[in-house]
């Protein structure tokens, strides 16, 4: 993601993030223009759906676009066709810590 100085209107870097949300994330940015050196915080925040999740997560409700065709997307959930299929990215395994069992 590039963001422009909002001083100089140079581009700039992103030298961290944290969420804040599932949906806004702070930014740490510094302009890239030796001239200018101005440095900043930036919040982005996903506001709108523009193309629907495959792997939604429930807690996270973002409005539709209009554009989205709803009665087809919803004829089409409805439908009796499913299809056996393995993501090739499965979900991170994020081990515990403190278990004694686990690997090394
Ligand atoms: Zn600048």
Same mark, same amino acid.
């Given at each position: 993601?590039?963001?422009?100085?909002?001083? /100089?209107?140079? !581009?700039?870097?992103?030298?961290?993030?944290? %969420?804040? *949300?599932?949906?806004?994330t702070?930014?740490?940015v510094?302009c890239?223009?030796?001239? /200018? &050196?101005? =440095?900043?915080?930036?919040?982005?925040e996903?506001?709108?759906?523009?193309?629907?999740? %495959?792997?939604?997560?429930?807690? !996270?409700?973002?409005?539709?676009?209009?554009?989205?065709?709803?009665?087809?997307?919803?004829?089409?959930?409805? &439908?009796?066709?499913? =299809?056996?299929?393995?993501?090739?990215?499965?979900?991170?395994?994020?081990?515990?810590?403190? %278990?004694?069992? &686990?690997? *090394?």
């Amino acid at each position: 993601m590039r963001l422009r100085c909002p001083h /100089c209107n140079s !581009v700039s870097a992103i030298l961290t993030s944290e %969420a804040v *949300s599932s949906t806004v994330t702070r930014h740490y940015v510094v302009c890239k223009n030796i001239n /200018c &050196g101005h =440095s900043w915080r930036a919040t982005t925040e996903a506001d709108i759906t523009l193309s629907p999740s %495959a792997i939604p997560n429930a807690t !996270v409700v973002l409005p539709l676009s209009a554009h989205i065709r709803r009665d087809v997307i919803m004829a089409q959930l409805r &439908g009796p066709t499913t =299809s056996e299929y393995e993501p090739r990215r499965p979900q991170p395994y994020t081990r515990d810590l403190f %278990a004694t069992d &686990g690997p *090394s």
